[in-house]
């Protein structure tokens, strides 16, 4: 009987850690990834001199509360705007995992993460879905301006979650619905309705910032895991 009882636990939880990614696999993101069609004129625009002006780089760092040695993931980081950064703030003893699912975007990341100084930035080619990051080895998560090319965004935030340690943060930097910058309106994601999905994985919203005048800044905490 007691086997049985084990048995019946470890099968529930396996459905659990199922079903974000399959009886959830509810498509959000309908926004093309053509970034690959002129891709040095993606970077530029990732690297414009005025995006620092509205994405406030170093306040958004400060806002991260990032330790030194602390291992942060850096998802779906485009051209790597904020990789450097990220990779000085958590220091030597610390790693970046970046991930991408375009290689032509990783291979940037890669020359700009060498040139400047930062062997701790780690390389990983993502799927669309699944960012790939190891299990339960993150401290910090951040998710900026990416959701739109994100199709199963449950399946998404489950993997993320995965990848973090107990107690480990997830920030998500994206677009408010009435910002005159970023992709089509129709292929964002409300903040509202990201925060139920994120709080319903076992998060705990910790900071809702508003500095930043075309995204939304939310920072969650994950209280919960998959036993």
């Known amino acids: 009987m007691k086997k049985a009882r084990i048995l019946c636990l470890i099968l529930v939880t396996l459905t659990i850690a199922a079903t974000a990614c399959s009886k959830r696999r509810i498509k959000t993101g309908n926004h093309p990834d053509n970034r690959g069609a002129n891709i040095k004129a993606y970077i530029a625009s990732e690297f414009d001199p005025g995006r620092d002006g509205w994405q406030k780089p170093d306040e958004v760092i400060e806002a991260l509360w990032i330790r030194k040695g602390n291992t942060v993931a850096d998802i779906g980081a485009g051209a790597g705007y904020f990789t450097n950064r990220l990779a000085g703030a958590v220091g030597k003893e610390g790693a970046v995992y970046v991930t991408e699912t ?3 975007l990783l291979t940037e990341i890669a020359k700009r993460s060498t040139e400047g100084g930062f062997p701790n930035v780690k390389i990983i080619e993502a799927q669309p879905s699944d960012p790939l990051i190891p299990f339960a080895s993150i401290d910090l998560a951040l998710v900026c301006n990416n959701l739109s090319r994100v199709q199963y965004i449950y399946c998404f935030f489950d993997r ?12 998500v930097i994206d677009w408010r619905m009435n910002s005159e910058m970023g992709p089509d309106v129709d292929t964002r994601v409300k903040k509202e309705g990201l925060k139920k999905i994120i709080e319903g994985m076992g998060f705990r919203l910790i900071k809702d910032y508003d500095f930043l005048p075309y995204q939304y800044f939310m920072v969650f905490s994950l209280e919960e895991r998959y036993q």
């Open 102 to 104: 375009n290689a032509d």
């Open 160 to 171: 993320i979650r995965e990848g973090l340690k107990k107690g480990g943060r997830l920030a």
